[in-house]
């Protein structure tokens, strides 16, 4: 089986800065996008942050030019570094990655078990 391990998340006051980390582990073939979610309570889980395997990546407005997400494939680990915290950014935030874990295999999605953030005011 897959599992993704996040971690990094926490209490900081706004404007603060947070690393988030996602390792994936198991039998894995290729990663292709790897991505960061985040879920307010009550709230529809939103997309943060995505990277493709060539390295592009794609962020949603909010966040652009604050987060910056990162991949490092040699272990398999995708990176949030989140600055400038605001309140309103209080949430689980998840890991997503796209994996073949065989080399004929189709892809599938994983997900992290979520990590918290709280960021106070």
């Known amino acids: 089986q897959v599992q993704l391990v996040e971690s990094g998340g926490g209490l900081v006051q706004a404007g603060g800065s947070l690393r988030l980390s996602c390792a994936a582990s198991?039998?894995?073939?290729?990663?292709?996008?790897m991505a960061w979610y985040r879920q307010v309570s009550g709230k529809q889980r939103e997309s943060v942050a995505t990277i493709t395997s060539d390295g592009s990546t794609n962020y949603t407005d909010s966040v652009k030019g604050r987060f910056t997400i990162s991949r490092d494939n040699a272990k398999n680990t995708v990176y949030l570094q989140m600055n400038s915290l605001k309140p309103e950014e209080t949430a689980v935030y998840y890991c997503?990655?796209?994996?073949?874990?065989?080399?004929?295999?189709?892809?599938?999605?994983?997900w992290g078990q979520g990590t918290q953030v709280i960021v106070s005011s």
């Open positions: 198991g039998r894995i073939y290729t990663i292709d996008t």
């Open positions: 997503k990655m796209r994996i073949r874990r065989f080399r004929f295999s189709t892809v599938n999605d994983y």
